[in-house]
């Protein structure tokens, strides 16, 4: 009797130790969880943290804009909202032979095409006198825009002699050195106005589109039209992909 009890504290104390022990495991157990978890603040949630951390204003290629970006080239009404636009940086090659960085305003789903079409242009040598947003111009104002020989793209604005809105107003077009290359209204109206010299197309002066040439390849193999193609108006400088 006195060895069955001997054996029974035996036991105790055992079952004792090893519920100490193992109640020590699964205090450093749950301190080490807490130490992998952090403190969160109620009613956030990992997924809502790597939600915020994934999204960004800008996504893809080209920069965000705003209305106070786009200036004059944009007002309540358009059929795009600043959002629907991204600024886009490329390269060209000057009328000088330089390499010039230039910026053009485009609708956020042409941007990686409108990457990839200047990039394809400073590659074979094709020539842009220069790159600036409309907005840089008094009231956005086209007509000052094609004078100044500048390629550009968005405008909010209305296909002239019309109340449907251009290409440009969604930031689909793009005008390709606009005075080199103007267009021409079977009624006479001429834009820009100061174009007459270029109205002779048999010239070769470098910057000039005629059809066949490389550069209008370069965007009719990606599937935009070019206004040199149409019969009234004849647009040479215009390339578009509604």
Same mark, same amino acid.
């Given at each position: 009797m006195r060895e069955a009890m001997g054996a029974m504290r035996f036991v105790t104390r055992r079952v004792v130790m090893q519920a100490g022990v193992l109640a020590g495991v699964l205090a450093v157990g749950l301190a080490a969880c807490h130490a992998a978890v952090p403190h969160r603040a109620p009613g956030h949630s990992p997924a809502a943290a790597m939600t915020s951390a994934s999204v960004t204003p800008s996504s893809g290629p080209g920069e965000a804009v705003t209305a106070a970006d786009l200036g004059a080239s944009w007002r309540p009404g358009c059929p795009v909202e600043p959002a629907q636009l991204r600024r886009v940086r490329v390269e060209f090659l000057g009328f000088d032979g330089n390499t010039h960085r230039g910026e053009l305003i485009v609708n956020r789903d042409l941007a990686p095409a409108v990457i990839e079409?200047?990039?394809?242009? &400073?590659?074979? #040598?094709?020539?842009? /006198?220069? @790159?600036?947003?409309? /907005?840089?111009?008094? #009231?956005?104002?086209? /007509? &000052?825009? @094609?004078?100044?020989?500048?390629?550009?793209?968005?405008?909010?604005?209305? %296909? =002239? $002699?019309?109340t449907r809105w251009s290409e440009h107003a969604f #930031?689909?077009? %793009?005008? %390709?050195? =606009?005075?080199?290359? =103007?267009? %021409?209204?079977? $009624? #006479?109206? &001429? /834009? =820009?106005?100061?174009?007459?010299?270029?109205?002779?197309?048999t010239r070769t002066d470098p910057g000039l589109l005629h059809r066949g040439d490389a550069a209008v390849r370069v965007f009719l193999e990606r599937g935009w039209r070019w206004g040199g193609d149409w019969a009234d108006p004849i647009d040479y400088q215009h390339f578009e992909l509604p």
């Open positions: 079409i200047f990039t394809e242009l &400073l590659r074979i #040598g094709f020539p842009i /006198e220069k @790159m600036h947003t409309v /907005e840089r111009y008094p #009231g956005a104002d086209d /007509e &000052l825009s @094609m004078r100044d020989d500048n390629t550009s793209a968005f405008n909010c604005r209305a %296909i =002239p $002699g019309s #930031g689909r077009a %793009i005008d %390709i050195n =606009p005075l080199l290359n =103007p267009c %021409i209204h079977a $009624g #006479g109206l &001429l /834009e =820009p106005s100061t174009a007459s010299a270029f109205l002779d197309r």
